[in-house]
């Protein structure tokens, strides 16, 4: 990734309409799905980040044709050709799943079905990134791992026999779940994962739109092995967490109206609505179509005050991914406190401790603890120089962050935030107002 250094001017409020790129998650599940289906998928609105480029990368390294249209600010389009269950390829060489858990993981489940070895690495950071979440439940169903101390390089050795398993991860991850259901779907059996604290369900209703059944009881989802997926065309939703950046902007900025178009509306996903209300602004939703898998809709959101408010570890799951913006809304006024969040430590970069040394950087006042953070902002930021250290949520928060501030900021590493969001830098300058 390029580590290009950006300049943030300050900014009075930030006005405007907002599309955005697919919503990262779904497009990973769709092209994985896609790859195991029988038939042709064909996937509107794929996410133009890099992340989502290195599961494509992946699964053209295990023998998958696609093809690929170009770029736009909405996403692109994407058509792959299914392989069937069990139908990838060997692949001549390791594959490189950059900077992106998602893609290592979740094609963990599906390789562990596959009988050869493969190896995938990463970048840096991956690098640092722990496996036996995943190397754990994929070992019990039959696969066989081997890594550096639990982190990548992965080499996997799949069994196509996999055994069923029932299985309670220690730690909410819907990248753990998703790779076990998609081992699950290889197994003799019905695998099931019950989950203390719900995530993101995105496999679960991508699976049901390639046909699969699944089960849910209550905190149980299960899915039986043998079914086949079938290859069809899906539209992916923009990214709910790429726009908790300008939502998060609006809060902060007296003035601002932001309005966000065809972006997914998952109940899943919308815990930042909730925690932006609750930190003062007003936001307007509706759902304008439901008739896909996935919920999509606008969401209007303006600033009307700034109050205090805790983020609750139950909570934490649903705003895992939002959690860096949401410190850097408070930095600009009100008070955040977050607790159980010690999962930021272990994200593309330590979210806590790189989150407090980026917004402390640029004037706030934030108190680090090993599970999470309290941000006060008693005065104004001043602005500064913050890196983002090559993680792409933190390159954005910190712009975020250094809008309202009273100089201007440099964010180092910004160009991390092609990994989620390329054209993040072109929309917040078509914003300011
Ligand atoms: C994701 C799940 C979350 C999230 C990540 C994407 C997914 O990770 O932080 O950005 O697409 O399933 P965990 O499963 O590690 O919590």
């Avoid at 970069?349 to 680090?368: C, F, H, N, P």
Wanted: aromatic fraction near 4%.
């Amino acid at each position: 990734m390029p580590s290009r250094a950006v300049t943030v001017h300050p900014t009075a409020c930030v006005r405007g309409l907002v599309r955005l790129p697919g919503d990262k998650s779904i497009s990973h599940r769709y092209a994985l799905l896609a790859a195991i289906a029988s038939g042709s998928t064909t996937i509107r609105g794929y996410s133009t980040g890099g992340d989502c480029a290195s599961t494509l990368r992946c699964l053209e390294g295990l023998g998958v044709v696609m093809a690929a249209g170009p770029a736009s600010p909405h996403g692109r389009e994407v058509t792959i050709a299914g392989r069937g269950i069990g139908g990838l390829r060997v692949p001549s060489g390791t594959l490189d799943a950059g900077n992106s858990g998602s893609t290592i993981r979740m094609l963990s489940g599906i390789l562990a079905a596959h009988p050869f070895t493969t190896r995938i690495d990463g970048d840096h950071s991956l690098r640092t990134r722990p496996m036996r979440r995943v190397m754990v439940p994929l070992e019990k169903m039959g696969a066989r791992f081997e890594s550096t101390e639990g982190r990548p390089p992965l080499s996997i050795t799949g069994r196509p026999d996999l055994t069923p398993i029932d299985y309670e991860p220690e730690v909410p991850s819907a990248q753990v779940k998703s790779a076990i259901l998609l081992a699950g779907l290889h197994a003799r059996g019905t695998t099931r994962v019950t989950e203390r604290i719900e995530t993101r369900d995105h496999t679960e209703r991508a699976l049901a739109a390639f046909g699969v059944t699944v089960q849910r009881h209550g905190p149980v989802i299960g899915v039986d092995g043998g079914q086949t997926l079938i290859g069809r065309e899906l539209d992916v939703p923009g990214d709910i967490s790429s726009a908790a950046f300008w939502m998060a902007a609006a809060t902060a900025l007296p003035g601002s109206d932001v309005t966000i178009e065809q972006v997914g509306l998952n109940p899943s996903r919308i815990g930042i609505l909730d925690v932006l209300r609750r930190m003062g602004a007003r936001i307007e939703t509706d759902i304008v179509d439901e008739r896909g898998h996935e919920p999509i809709g606008r969401i209007r959101i303006r600033h009307e005050a700034f109050t205090s408010t805790v983020i609750t570890p139950e909570e934490v799951p649903g705003v895992i991914d939002e959690l860096p913006v949401l410190a850097a809304l408070a930095a600009q006024g009100g008070e955040l406190s977050v607790s159980g969040a010690q999962e930021l430590r272990v994200k593309e970069s330590d979210r806590i401790s790189a989150l407090a040394a980026g917004l402390r950087a640029l004037g706030a006042d934030i108190e680090e603890r090993q599970d999470g953070f309290t941000v006060r902002s008693p005065r104004r930021l001043t602005g500064g120089r913050a890196d983002a250290l090559g993680d792409h949520r933190l390159a954005m928060a910190f712009s975020i962050a250094a809008l309202s501030a009273t100089g201007p900021s440099i964010i180092d590493d910004a160009g991390a935030a092609d990994v989620s969001y390329p054209g993040f830098f072109s929309v917040l300058d078509s914003l300011r107002a």
